[in-house]
């Protein structure tokens, strides 16, 4: 994108390019900063030696840039964001039944199971102790119980345990789930939907989180200008991102798609902008949320030597042929997300898939497989007592 903009400046011009090919695997001179100890590094070091008068990647004016180099007119304007893991969504896990509830819920629900089962079998016995009606044992009561709380009629009976086991899983999918979870299961995903979970609400939430270590910072792309200023600049938020930074240092890896990997599976926050190979990427993966609050709106520059004689010119074919150039960035933004599996943002009124039943559908598989293995057991030991009652 960046050659056909400045080829399109010099035919304006009548001006030839004369080409200087980087390699993009260069470590000297790819993806490090761009300025060391006030001095220029990487690519810039070709501009202050006077290799090359101009280079064909965007940059963002900075003070100690602005030092060293000169900038064009803004190419274009871009956002900035920090992404973030987004929760998983109810929709694409097959566990997601039961993640309607806590873990913590889930516990408080099996307690006050248990608790209305042991307050049964003391009445249960105080009616057979004083009341004498007929004794009801205690797995009885507890049967009695889960059938309540199943919504089982109460006049299916089975002696075998493996009946029972078979109507409870009947119960608990036709009853229990369908109707109990599956409208906490709505509600759960109508609410994750409409507002998605942000770990922070302002920079200033950001920067005291870093500082808590709830997270930390990783950047494939440590030569941009958002960590120059980090590294130098007195104004917030940069400065508090520089003491915290030094509490919980930036992890740098070599490739965007690893940073990427970090946001999702761990505790991870990337630096992006609209323009960056981060943001382009990140269309790959799904539940990844952008920040936007308190984040700054920034320009594209050419970076030119230092008091280049035909910057102006530059300057005034950018101007010139702005039409031009936003028509590159479309086309090139176009191309850069087709066929790419982008996760589109579900409707809260959508389908839901079938994908979310899997999970059930494996327990209840099971727990019916067992309640075979339980009823060929109990065939045995009926079958046996009865042959032991034959010889006897």
């Known amino acids: ?63 100690s840039r602005s030092n060293l180099f000169s900038f064009s007119e803004p190419l274009y304007t871009l956002s900035t964001s920090m992404l973030t893991h987004d929760p998983i969504s109810l929709n694409s896990d097959i566990w997601s039944f039961f993640r309607t509830y806590t873990s913590e819920t889930w516990t408080v629900i099996l307690i006050a199971l248990l608790l209305q089962i042991s307050v049964c079998v003391m009445i249960r016995y105080f009616e057979a102790k004083v009341i004498r009606t007929k004794h009801i044992g205690v797995l009885e009561s507890a049967w009695q119980m889960l059938r309540l709380q199943l919504m089982q009629p109460e006049k299916i009976y089975f002696t075998s345990l493996a009946g029972r086991l078979s109507i409870m899983i009947f119960s608990l999918v036709q009853c229990a789930v369908l109707l109990g979870v599956f409208s906490s299961w709505i509600l759960t995903s109508i609410i994750r939907d409409a507002a998605t979970d942000v770990p922070f609400e302002s920079m200033d939430n950001f920067v005291k ?19 120059e200023e980090v590294n130098q600049s007195q104004v917030f938020p940069f400065k508090q991102l520089r003491a915290a930074l030094e509490r919980n240092p930036l992890r740098r890896v070599d490739r965007t798609r690893v940073a ?7 505790k991870a926050v990337v630096f992006m902008q609209s323009d960056s190979d981060t943001f382009y990427t990140s269309v790959k993966f799904c539940n990844l949320n952008r920040v ?47 066929d790419k599996p982008i996760c589109k943002t579900k409707s809260l009124h959508s389908s839901l898939s079938i994908y979310p039943y899997l999970g059930l559908v494996i327990i209840c598989m099971t727990i019916i497989s067992v309640s075979f293995f339980i009823l060929f057991l109990e065939n045995f030991v009926h079958s046996a007592k009865k042959s032991l009652t034959k010889i006897n």
């Open 1 to 63: 994108m960046m050659v056909e903009l400045i080829n399109l400046f010099a035919d304006s011009l009548n001006l030839t390019v004369e080409p200087v090919i980087i390699q993009k695997q260069d470590p000297e001179l790819v993806h490090v900063p761009l300025i060391v100890n006030g001095k220029a590094n990487g690519l810039p070091k070709l501009l202050a030696n006077g290799s090359v008068d101009l280079i064909a990647a965007p940059f963002q004016v900075t003070k």
């Open 209 to 227: 989180g870093l500082m808590a270590k709830k997270f930390y910072m990783i950047s494939a792309e440590p030569d941009t200008w958002f960590f």
């Open 260 to 266: 990427l990997q970090a946001v999702v599976n761990d």
């Open 292 to 338: 936007y609050q308190d984040m700054p709106v920034v320009t594209s520059h050419l970076m030119f030597r230092k008091n280049w004689p035909l910057a102006a010119l530059f300057n005034r074919s950018i101007v010139e042929n702005k039409m031009h150039v936003n028509r590159i960035l479309r086309k090139y933004k176009t191309l850069l997300t087709k």
